[in-house]
């Protein structure tokens, strides 16, 4: 809501990083006394910005897949492996990780949460570079980096149950990409099409499907506010996280869509004044991603499908 409302006044949102809406709500919940006074103050001053170490190259949306390694060296663990598609893993000062401390158990089992320094000679990272021509992401590589067992976040083991929680934190986060752009779609293809004598946008197909979308967006909204109020109640989002991760990333490219729609041949540019220095163009590019970062949308359907509707396996 507190975004939002930044957006609508057109305010820029102070400290955002993955500190804030990811790890800061997995500490509070999971994080020791010391862990909390350590950390939650240096999140919520923006001093320390985090990257989230999860997927791997065999373990995306089988995250328990993942296979990185850590060896207990009494105080410390030894991390080795490889994570991919870290976003700004090249910026980060430190990363939350998910590592294999065990691998006799089950796959859920034997993974532990644990927080390092991202610069020290046992961490590498290499940029990815997108279609939309940004690099956001790297490859990750851990060749006996060192985290101290102080900053093993809960039970060694038993990180699988913070990870999930953290994820649908993520999920919140990241579904409101749907909601609250700068300009509405709407505003833009008046600017590039102009109204007709009433008034309204002149190209009749566009303004119905814009309409069409808005009204979708309110929707979304209302349920996102009924929500969020639950949860204040105390009854936490959970796996309808999941519902607004899906919706609300389908919403935003749609919206992307709407607005290469709107600005027709204008939005084809790469680059130049004309073209908005390519800005519609790339956002359109990068909305692809929306659907995978934080789980894939047909991962989020099966959650909905097991967790909210309670339908069976097969
Ligand atoms: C912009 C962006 C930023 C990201 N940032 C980070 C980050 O900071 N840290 C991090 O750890 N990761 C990050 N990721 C990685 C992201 O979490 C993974 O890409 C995602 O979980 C999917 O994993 P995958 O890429 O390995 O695809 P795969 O798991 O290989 O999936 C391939 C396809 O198979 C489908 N599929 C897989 N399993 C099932 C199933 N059980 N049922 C139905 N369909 C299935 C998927 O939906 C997908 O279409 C980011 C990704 C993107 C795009």
Redesign the pocket.
């Known amino acids: 809501m507190l975004r939002q409302e930044m957006l609508r006044i057109n305010a820029r949102i102070p400290l955002t990083n993955f500190g804030i809406s990811m790890l800061g709500p997995a500490l509070l919940k999971f994080g020791s006394e010391e862990q909390k006074l350590d950390h939650l103050p240096k999140i919520a001053r923006g001093e320390i910005r985090w ?5 791997e190259p065999n ?5 328990a897949s993942l296979a990185t390694r850590a060896e207990d060296q009494g105080d410390h663990y030894l991390i080795n492996g490889q ?5 700004y893993a090249d910026k980060a000062d430190w990363i939350f990780c998910l590592v294999r401390t065990d691998n006799t158990g089950s796959k859920h089992e034997g993974i532990s949460f644990v927080l390092f320094d991202m610069d020290q000679p046992g961490v590498s990272v290499r940029p990815i570079k997108l279609i939309s021509g940004s690099s ?2 790297c490859e990750t590589f851990f060749d006996d980096a060192r985290a101290e067992k102080s900053n093993l976040i809960g039970e060694e083991g038993k990180g699988w149950t913070i990870a999930k929680y953290l994820l649908t934190h993520e999920r919140e986060m990241i579904s409101g990409f749907g909601t609250a752009p700068k300009k509405s779609v709407g505003q833009l293809a008046l600017e590039s099409m102009g109204a007709d004598t009433s008034g309204r946008l002149a190209n009749g197909i566009l303004r119905q499907t814009i309409a069409q979308y808005q009204l979708d967006t309110m929707a979304f909204g209302a349920t996102m506010a009924r929500v969020g109020d639950e949860a204040k109640a105390g009854q936490g989002l959970g796996a309808a996280s999941s519902i607004f991760k899906y919706y609300g990333t389908e919403l935003n490219k749609r919206r992307n869509e709407l607005n290469l729609a709107a600005l027709g041949e204008y939005a084809l540019g790469w680059e130049g004044e004309a073209y908005r220095g390519g800005a519609v163009s790339r956002d359109w590019l990068r909305s692809k ?1 929306n659907s ?8 989020q359907l ?1 959650i909905i499908a097991k967790r909210v509707l309670g339908l069976p396996d097969e």
């Open positions: 990257c989230q170490g999860y997927s373990a995306g949306s089988d995250l994570k991919v598609w870290t976003s956001p992401f991603g995978i970062e934080g789980g894939t949308s047909e991962v099966n």
